[in-house]
């Protein structure tokens, strides 16, 4: 043993995905609809939204809130690991996805257990009670990732579990001078959750997993 990591390269990420239940025949026609229709293909892919569905079954999920719905594949993954009476609620500020959205999640075997909540992260979290929620995911602006989290705190019981995509800031997070707008946001989010991630007073035990763009995976204390 060593403490060294194995140096993962793409062909890992291949094999992985390879290895892992991809897209059923439903979110891949979600999928190809949603670009037909303009909407960018910027959704977790099938080994995250694998790993996130073993995450919620380990913690016993059946409240669920995602923010950023973009065109519902992942909020309708989600639901899919729930138990009978189980609830994924999405927030999601675009309206055009959104409808997109809940046009599909109509469609799917898992119609009774999403609702798309229209609006702004930033709005609808503030109104949500203490403790309701098992997991939350963020998938939004990433100038608000500060905020839900601080938020999450409060909604997450203890034990609960919080996902936040996009820990290596799509592919940027080294890059000296990063093209994509948000890459700061996520870096400065990055070192707060590291700083509140360890030692006994902290409000999460929480890991950078380096799957898709890198999740953040923490549980509630
Ligand atoms: C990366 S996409 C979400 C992908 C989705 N979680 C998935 O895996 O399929 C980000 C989404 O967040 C939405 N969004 C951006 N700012 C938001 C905000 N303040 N509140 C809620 N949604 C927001 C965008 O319109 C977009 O649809």
Redesign the pocket.
């Known amino acids: 043993m060593s403490d060294a990591p194995t140096l993962v390269s793409s062909a890992h990420f291949d094999y992985i995905a390879e290895r892992t239940a991809g897209d059923d025949a439903f979110l891949a026609d979600l999928k190809q609809a949603a670009r037909d229709a303009g909407i960018p293909p910027?959704?977790?892919n099938a080994a995250q939204l694998s790993f996130m569905q073993v995450l919620l079954k380990l913690v016993g999920a059946r409240e669920v809130l995602?923010?950023?719905?973009?065109?519902g594949?992942?909020a309708i993954g989600l639901a899919r690991a729930l138990p009978e009476g189980g609830r994924v609620r999405t927030?999601?500020?675009?309206p055009k996805?959104a409808s997109f959205a809940e046009d599909w999640v109509a469609r799917s075997d898992v119609a009774e257990r999403v609702q798309v909540i229209r609006g702004?992260?930033?709005d609808v979290l503030p109104a949500l009670p203490d403790g309701e929620l098992d997991a939350l995911f963020l998938?939004?602006?990433k100038a608000?990732y500060v905020d839900y989290v601080e938020q999450g705190r409060r909604l997450l019981r203890p034990g609960g579990l919080l996902m936040v995509d996009n820990a290596f800031a799509f592919g940027q997070l080294f890059d000296d001078t990063p093209t994509d707008r948000e890459a700061g946001a996520v870096r400065a989010f990055n070192d707060r959750m590291a700083s509140q991630a360890h030692g006994d007073d902290a409000p999460f035990q929480a890991i950078i997993v380096p799957l898709g763009d890198g999740m953040w995976v923490g549980v509630r204390r």
């Open positions: 910027i959704w977790v995602e923010v950023g719905t973009l065109a594949s992942t927030v999601e500020l675009e996805h702004a992260g930033q998938d939004a602006d608000g």
